[in-house]
């Protein structure tokens, strides 16, 4: 079934771009909420692909992305100079649009940019390296902009690794770091990125694995580990929290009709169980003394 879970027309032009990649593709892992559909019932709309490169591995491989990207007729996002990229898709409204990250470690001195290959950059994402170890083989299969049926391998982000980006995004964009002028469309995301951990933890956190799968993950990085679970402890620690204020804004903004009181509690309490059991005796605690 999971050739259906990314519609058209953007598919036929993904599974284009992935067979002209060739072998490495296997170095792209999408993530972003493209990537939830893999493991969401119900996602937001977005014409957006965002992958994590394996910098290291596509700087020793033959083929060029660059050259990729002319073929099929992509043009540079004139603002991201040359890490967002774009085509109008033919006899559509609609537009096909690729955005590349990679590890911070790689980034230029003093930037964010990542140097990929020539003409190719990336940006500096926290996180990247433990997404590229996390992340699945999935089998796509549709018809190419020609109309032949076609199959593609692509490699997806972990649900539990998505978070760890997720919440670091709504971090970022809540502090709104970029400074004043982007201050409106930094909250608009940091919003958006805060009904997508509440999405993802609902559609996971009955696993018996995923709990354990996402304090795992760090393996030896504590600090990454650390600012993890601060975000979590921080926005979701009770009902005036930033996290939560976040996402109330963000179902008002959509109009839901369901009860929000019950509804932000419910995501309180979900994204709660994220932390260690320490974790959450501490939480328990603060809860009782703010009500006392």
């Known amino acids: 079934m999971e050739q259906n879970i990314i519609g058209e027309p953007q598919l036929s032009h993904l599974l284009e771009f992935l067979i002209e990649l060739g072998s490495a593709a296997d170095d792209f892992v999408l993530a972003g909420a493209q990537a939830m559909r893999f493991f969401v019932n119900e996602v937001r709309t977005t014409r957006d692909f965002d992958f994590v490169l394996d910098v290291i591995a596509l700087r020793e491989t033959s083929q060029s992305i660059a050259d990729v990207l002319e073929k099929l007729q992509y043009k540079v996002v004139p603002e991201a100079s040359r890490f967002q990229f774009f085509k109008q898709i033919p006899n559509s409204l609609e537009i096909m649009r690729v955005e590349f990250l990679a590890p911070e470690k790689e980034k230029r001195p003093n930037n964010f940019r990542v140097d990929v290959q020539q003409n190719i950059h ?16 999935k089998i796509i299969r549709g018809t190419l902009p020609n109309g032949k049926p076609a199959e593609a391998s692509l490699r ?46 609902r559609s996971n956190i009955q696993s018996s694995d995923f ?11 504590v600090k990454l580990k650390q600012r993890t679970l601060d975000i979590i402890s921080n926005y979701f620690v009770d009902s005036n929290a930033s996290g ?21 509690k419910r995501a309180l309490r ?22 006392d």
């Open 270 to 291: 979900e994204v709660k169980l994220l932390l260690p059991e320490q974790d959450l005796m501490k939480n328990k605690i603060v809860d009782k003394s703010r009500s």
């Open 244 to 264: 939560i204020l976040l996402y109330a804004e963000f179902l008002r903004m959509q109009g839901m009709a369901i009860n929000e009181d019950d509804e932000l």
């Open 211 to 221: 709990k354990r799968l996402f304090l795992s993950q760090f393996s030896d990085e």
């Open 122 to 137: 990336a940006r500096a994402c926290t996180g990247a390296e433990i997404v590229l170890r996390e992340s699945d083989c």
């Open 156 to 201: 997806v982000i972990c649900p539990h690794a998505l978070l760890m980006l997720k919440l670091f995004a709504m971090d970022d964009r809540y502090k709104n770091i970029r400074g004043p002028k982007e201050a409106q469309h930094d909250r608009d995301e940091a919003r958006i990125h805060a009904a997508d951990i509440v999405t993802i933890v």
